[in-house]
């Protein structure tokens, strides 16, 4: 069975910076995409940033330069580092995984997602 855990999120000035930490387990697949979401109330979920099995990696155009998404696979964990925080990055951010079907990773291939981590940033 499949399980995402997040951690790292929390409250920071604008301008700070955090680091998002997703722990898997139970995922086997090699051709895999592994990524982080975000939804911020009255808002629908939105992709900020993925990585696939070849480290190819794709990001949201509000988040380019500021953040940067890695894998550790040795620890089999997903990492989200986040700088420059502004206002509107305030949100729920979920890890995801999923089977990469063709080319770079679609929001269509993740199956499988963590119970998500507050991140608010102050302005």
């Known amino acids: 069975q499949v399980q995402l855990v997040e951690s790292g999120g929390g409250s920071v000035q604008s301008g700070g910076s955090l680091r998002l930490s997703c722990a898997a387990s139970?995922?086997?697949?090699?051709?895999?995409?592994m990524g982080w979401f975000r939804q911020a109330p009255g808002k629908e979920r939105e992709g900020v940033a993925t990585?696939?099995?070849?480290?190819?990696?794709t990001y949201v155009d509000s988040v380019k330069g500021r953040f940067t998404i890695s894998q550790d696979n040795a620890k089999n964990t997903l990492l989200l580092q986040m700088n420059s925080l502004k206002p509107e990055d305030t949100a729920m951010y979920y890890c995801?995984?999923?089977?990469?079907?063709?080319?770079?990773?679609?929001?269509?291939?993740?199956?499988?997602w963590g119970q998500g981590t507050q991140v608010t940033v102050s302005s």
């Open positions: 990585v696939d099995n070849f480290g190819r990696t």
């Open positions: 995801a995984a999923g089977v990469r079907r063709w080319g770079l990773c679609r929001s269509a291939d993740f199956g499988y």
């Open positions: 139970g995922y086997t697949s090699s051709n895999y995409c």
